[in-house]
Every structure is written in structure tokens, then in C-alpha cells.
């Protein structure tokens, strides 16, 4: 197990999940005594809430994503383990580590600011809006379409 060190993009990435993960647990702390005892729970494709719970569920919620967050940093500290679909020789392995790192940061940050969001619209019991799901899709597997594609041009 090693960890390898982060340039300022990368610093920028973890610094701006971890602010977004505090805000939520900050967030949810602040207003789960004011919450009615039913909550939104799921929203459908139109955003609409469709599914309600108690106000427990937000926690469930805080928890996920606490989770995701551990899980994703955790696999930072063991980069021999990451399944890339390239050959990693000791020429290549400084800019393939550099990738992976990019991408699962990046896929980091855009995860805790979709459940920052949804934690948002169900406490605030807010529409969340059509466009959430195909914004979060798309960034979240562009990110990992784009970084797997730079990988098979690595020489």
C-alpha cells in the first residue's frame, strides 16, 4: 500500500468533495430537527418527489455517501490494484496512475454532489428537476469514458 502524491488539480478535486461531504453532513445536521416526520425519498425521471419516508431516511442517505467517499478513497492508497485495460510497463505507469486518479477523483466529486443535492431536494422537499439524472449519467460515465479512452492511447 503506498499513496501517490497529488498535483494541485487533484488536491482541488479531493478538497471540493470533502467541503461538499462536510456541507451535507453539516446541512442535514443542522435541519433534521425541524423536518416533518415525511420526507421525499425517491423522485422520479421528471424530478417529482414519488416515494416518501421518515425523517430517518436522510440519514441513510448522509451514510451512503459517506461510504462512497471512504470507499473511493481508500482505493487511492492501492493503485497496483486498479484493473486498467492497458499494459502498465514502468515507462507508462507514472501517466496511467495519474489518469486513474483523475477519473475516480473526479467521479468522487461529482458523486458527493449528486447525494449533497438530493439530500438538498428531500430535506428542502424541493422538485428535483428532469434534468438531474441524465446531467449526473453523463458526467459521472463521461468522466469514465473519457479517462478510459486517454488510457488506450498511453504508448
Same mark, same amino acid.
Given at each position: 500500500?503506498?499513496? *501517490? =502524491? @497529488?498535483?494541485? +488539480?487533484?488536491?482541488?478535486?479531493? #478538497? *471540493?468533495? *470533502?467541503? /461538499? /461531504?462536510?456541507?451535507? #453532513?453539516? @446541512?442535514?445536521?443542522?435541519?433534521? =430537527?425541524?423536518? =416533518?416526520?415525511?420526507?421525499?425519498?425517491? %423522485?422520479? +425521471?421528471?424530478?417529482?418527489?414519488?416515494?416518501?419516508?421518515?425523517?430517518?431516511?436522510?440519514?441513510?442517505?448522509?451514510?451512503?455517501? $459517506?461510504?462512497?467517499?471512504? *470507499?473511493?478513497?481508500?482505493?487511492? +492508497? +492501492? =493503485?497496483? /490494484?486498479?484493473?486498467?485495460?492497458?499494459?502498465?510497463?514502468?515507462?507508462?505507469?507514472?501517466?496511467?496512475?495519474?489518469? $486513474?486518479?483523475?477519473?475516480?477523483?473526479?467521479?468522487? /466529486?461529482?458523486?458527493?454532489?449528486?447525494? %449533497? @443535492?438530493?439530500? @438538498?431536494?428531500?430535506?428542502?422537499?424541493?422538485?428535483?428537476?428532469?434534468? %438531474?439524472t441524465p446531467v449526473m449519467l453523463v458526467g459521472v460515465l463521461g468522466v469514465t469514458f473519457y479517462y478510459t479512452f486517454k488510457l %488506450?492511447?498511453?504508448?
Amino acid at each position: 500500500m503506498f499513496k *501517490l =502524491p @497529488y498535483n494541485k +488539480f487533484q488536491k482541488s478535486l479531493e #478538497i *471540493l468533495a *470533502l467541503i /461538499l /461531504l462536510l456541507g451535507q #453532513i453539516a @446541512y442535514t445536521a443542522v435541519l433534521y =430537527p425541524q423536518l =416533518p416526520s415525511k420526507i421525499p425519498t425517491h %423522485f422520479n +425521471f421528471a424530478g417529482e418527489a414519488d416515494g416518501w419516508g421518515g425523517k430517518g431516511s436522510i440519514i441513510v442517505l448522509v451514510i451512503t455517501t $459517506v461510504g462512497l467517499y471512504i *470507499l473511493l478513497t481508500v482505493t487511492m +492508497f +492501492f =493503485p497496483r /490494484l486498479w484493473n486498467v485495460p492497458v499494459k502498465i510497463t514502468d515507462q507508462n505507469r507514472g501517466i496511467i496512475f495519474r489518469y $486513474v486518479m483523475n477519473m475516480v477523483l473526479l467521479d468522487k /466529486l461529482l458523486i458527493v454532489a449528486s447525494f %449533497f @443535492y438530493i439530500t @438538498y431536494c428531500s430535506i428542502s422537499a424541493t422538485k428535483m428537476g428532469w434534468w %438531474f439524472t441524465p446531467v449526473m449519467l453523463v458526467g459521472v460515465l463521461g468522466v469514465t469514458f473519457y479517462y478510459t479512452f486517454k488510457l %488506450f492511447l498511453v504508448k
